[in-house]
T-cell receptor
Framework: DAGITQSPRHKVTETGTPVTLRCHQTENHRYMYWYRQDPGHGLRLIHYSYGVKDTDKGEVSDGYSVSRSKTEDFLLTLESATSSQTSVYFC????????????FGPGTRLTVT | GQNIDQPTEMTATEGAIVQINCTYQTSGFNGLFWYQQHAGEAPTFLSYNVLDGLEEKGRFSSFLSRSKGYSYLLLKELQMKDSASYLCAHMDSNYQLIWGAGTKLIIKP
């Protein structure tokens, strides 16, 4: 979706290094989400935000932290990357708080060696 | 607890009709979503049902029965470009989406 970008799109990093993924949206949406997607699993929620400086944990938050200092940016940090965090990470926003349907960014493929 | 199930993989023929089922268990319900995801790409929104019944949108239709915890996505006049994974998700009482693992649909000529 043109309104949501993620950076980087691909990253290879070593175990134990910190990594930050960025999600940027241009449409002033209040809700933003970080998911990971792994084979055999559905999308799993890591953290979400419902406004600037308002964040909460999802189902698989251990080893991850987030920050939202501006409406348009939602950052996901892996404090000390592990091989189990090798995954595809998607950011999403909610365009309408009537149906709460989510729209996704293009994803970041992260490999931890 | 919350759970959502859908078949892992289905195969269908170009031009045919296919129905992808989804069952869910939840203590709170605020809607059922279907998304399409092509390999290597992000999920894209297909449909939303919050009331029982059938919602039709072109070649795609989605059905919901809240009392049975059941939904299906119906794809008609299948085209090769419909080869993708189809993700079912229900929205719980906290407005969070609970996702199934997805159904990989393979279309054969």
């Amino acid at each position: 979706d043109a309104g949501i970008t993620q950076s980087p799109r691909h990253k290879v990093t070593e175990t134990g290094t910190p990594v930050t993924l960025r999600c940027h949206q241009t449409e002033n949406h209040r809700y933003m989400y970080w998911y990971r997607q792994d084979p055999g699993h559905g999308l799993r929620l890591i953290h979400y935000s419902y406004g600037v400086k308002d964040t909460d944990k999802g189902e698989v938050s251990d080893g991850y932290s987030v920050s939202r200092s501006k409406t348009e940016d939602f950052l996901l940090t892996l404090e000390s990357a592990t091989s189990s965090q090798t995954s595809v990470y998607f950011c999403a926003t909610v365009r309408t708080e009537i149906t709460y349907e989510q729209y996704f960014g293009p994803g970041t493929r992260l490999t931890v060696t | 607890g919350q759970n959502i199930d859908q078949p892992t993989e289905m195969t269908a023929t170009e031009g045919a009709i296919v129905q992808i089922n989804c069952t869910y268990q939840t203590s709170g319900f605020n809607g059922l979503f279907w998304y399409q995801q092509h390999a290597g790409e992000a999920p894209t929104f297909l449909s939303y049902n919050v009331l029982d019944g059938l919602e039709e949108k072109g070649r795609f239709s989605s059905f919901l029965s809240r009392s049975k915890g059941y939904s299906y996505l119906l794809l008609k006049e299948l085209q090769m470009k419909d080869s993708a994974s189809y993700l079912c998700a229900h929205m719980d009482s906290n407005y969070q989406l609970i996702w199934g693992a997805g159904t990989k649909l393979i279309i054969k000529p």
